[in-house]
């Protein structure tokens, strides 16, 4: 049974940074591709990056590019997601979800593209 679990989200200060990590178990970690995203109240679950299998590609978000940083260690069956220059904008429940194909040649920016996610970890960003 595949499980992915979150840590590393809190509160923090405009301008602040956290690092969110992902724990995954159950089945060949480097085989997926990995992805981060988030959902504010009363919005829909928003794409904020993704890593390749092996680690060799990135996406982000338009909103997140050059403040987040998505990397894995797959040695450690661990995503993580380095988040600098916080904005009050960035609060929200952060998701870590798994690919639903093995060795995607492009990572996915779509829900509908993974099917495995963690229960969430709550960033709030005070201005």
């Known amino acids: 049974q595949v499980q992915l679990v979150e840590s590393g989200g809190g509160l923090v200060q405009a301008g602040g940074s956290l690092r969110l990590s992902c724990a995954a178990s159950g089945r060949t970690f480097s085989s997926y591709a990995m992805g981060w995203f988030r959902q504010a109240p009363g919005k829909e679950r928003q794409f904020v990056a993704a890593i390749k299998w092996n680690g060799r590609g990135t996406n982000y978000a338009d909103s997140v590019k050059g403040r987040f940083t998505i990397s894995r260690d797959n040695a450690r069956d661990t995503v993580y997601l380095q988040m600098n220059s916080l904005e009050p904008a960035d609060t929200a429940v952060y998701y870590c979800?798994?690919?639903?194909?093995?060795?995607?040649?492009?990572?996915?920016?779509?829900?509908?593209?993974?099917?495995?996610w963690g229960q969430g970890t709550q960033v709030t960003v005070s201005s």
């Open positions: 979800a798994g690919d639903s194909l093995e060795y995607r040649s492009v990572v996915g920016t779509t829900p509908a593209q993974y099917d495995y």
